[in-house]
């Protein structure tokens, strides 16, 4: 067996321990998705790699990244693959995938963004479930949700319970 194949060994047997993750997308045109995330966006570049169909760029979002890539990885690599070795076409996000980016200031942010040529989907609008979320898309038509978390909403408040009299760590 490869010994990528191996589980560890102690704890790490019971569970999946996802150490990062990141977003990867592989738009139409790789150009015009670099220009969105690095200038509109304003993401800060991470990381970049490659060249031609293979180049992409990685961008720091928050605790996140989010990674454009110019080309899919190819098929046909897997012995058991009987498609051959070829390169697969970009994939246009489907309408169940959102990337959701958390942002300070709303209103600021989406005023930001206008100025910078990115029409505006769905402006700030306070939803049910308490968070200020204005709507975006990528170049790719990738819907994008801006959201501002309130002051009194309850993802900023520690909802650990406190400890109870007497008790010791």
Not at 70 to 94: I, N, R, T, Y
Not at 103 to 121: H, N
Not at 131 to 157: C, N
């Amino acid at each position: 067996m490869a010994p990528w194949n191996r589980a560890p060994p102690g704890p790490w047997r019971q569970s999946v321990q996802v150490l990062t993750s990141r977003t990867i997308i592989h738009p139409s045109d790789l150009d015009r998705s670099l220009a969105f995330y690095g200038e509109a966006l304003d993401l800060p570049v991470a990381r970049e790699f490659g060249e031609g169909r293979g180049r992409g760029v990685v961008f720091f979002a928050g605790g996140g990244l989010i990674e454009v890539v110019g080309a899919l990885p190819p098929v046909g690599l897997h012995p058991s693959d009987k498609a051959g070795p070829m390169g697969a076409a970009p994939v246009q996000a489907g309408p169940g995938i959102t990337l959701w980016l958390q942002v300070r200031a709303i209103g600021a942010t989406v005023d930001e963004l206008m100025s910078r040529g990115v029409p505006v989907v769905r402006p700030p609008t306070l939803e049910p479930w308490g968070l200020i979320e204005a709507w975006i898309d990528d170049p790719d038509g990738l819907r994008i949700h801006l959201v501002e978390v309130p002051a009194d909403h309850p993802l900023r408040r520690d909802q650990r319970k406190p400890p109870t009299a007497g008790a010791t760590r």
